[in-house]
Nanobody, 119 residues
Framework: QVQLVESGGGLVQAGESLRLSCQAS????????MGWFRQAPGKDRTFVAR????????LYADSLKGRFTISRDSAKNMVYLQMNSLKPEDTAVYYC????????????WGQGTQVTVSS
């Protein structure tokens, strides 16, 4: 099991940037795929991006390519989500998640961090 704690959310204006952080802890983190998801008010949770620890590979939701960047610091067990040119429609609770390689579903979730983008 992986424990995840997000931070870095807040209130920003449209066009600004924000970086979310996710502190991961647990055994054999190299065997996990890390992801970011988000849930806007009244909507389902949706995939944002994912990254593998070793080797490093990334995947993004098509609509977010070019604005969002996922990265990790293996030495610190940290995963980041850099969000640029934020839009009001990016307002959501952002969740860090982890799944074991070979599994289809993310089984470990953080508590979420609120991102609010004002127009």
């Amino acid at each position: 099991q992986v424990q995840l704690v997000e931070s870095g959310g807040g209130l920003v204006q449209a066009g600004e940037s924000l970086r979310l952080s996710c502190q991961a802890s647990g055994r054999n983190l190299g065997n996990y795929v890390m992801g970011w998801f988000r849930q806007a008010p009244g909507k389902d949770r949706t995939f944002v991006a994912r990254i593998t620890w070793n080797p490093s590979g990334t995947l993004y939701a098509d609509s977010l390519k070019g604005r969002f960047t996922i990265s990790r610091d293996s030495a610190k067990n940290m995963v980041y989500l850099q969000m640029n040119s934020l839009k009001p429609e990016d307002t959501a609770v952002y969740y860090c998640a982890a799944r074991e390689k070979g599994l289809l579903t993310f089984g470990s979730w953080g508590q979420g961090t609120q991102v609010t983008v004002s127009s």
